[in-house]
């Protein structure tokens, strides 16, 4: 099973950015949906965005604007660019893969914490 691993939490200031990215531990062949959630206090997992191995995005619609999802495929990564945060952005991202086929296997990273307070 791929293993993915995060990097680029930390503590940032109201309307701050930040970038966080995530590696695949090998070359994904097959079709696959890569992307970001999140998981704020006291909520449960939410989709933050996905890229498509066409490279076609989705993101939830609150946060379409401030947050941007790219990858480089040569390098296995996919990186989130988030701009202009607000506190309630405060959780913990997690990077998601989903491939195969039949986008049969599902990979989660291990979470980094990323908290927006002045």
């Known amino acids: 099973q791929v293993r993915l691993v995060e990097s680029g939490g930390g503590l940032v200031q109201p309307g701050g950015s930040l970038r966080l990215s995530c590696a695949a531990s090998e070359t994904i062949f097959s079709s696959y949906v890569m992307g970001w959630y999140r998981q704020r206090p006291g909520k449960q997992r939410e989709l933050v965005g996905v890229?498509?191995?066409?490279?076609?995005?989705n993101y939830a619609d609150s946060l379409k604007g401030r947050f941007t999802i790219t990858r480089d495929s040569a390098e296995n990564t996919v990186a989130l660019q988030m701009d202009n945060l607000k506190p309630e952005d405060t959780a913990v991202y997690y990077c998601?893969?989903?491939?195969?086929?039949?986008?049969?296997?599902?990979?989660w990273g291990q979470g980094t914490q990323v908290t927006v307070s002045s």
């Open positions: 890229i498509t191995s066409g490279g076609t995005t």
């Open positions: 998601y893969l989903q491939y195969g086929d039949g986008y049969q296997y599902k990979s």
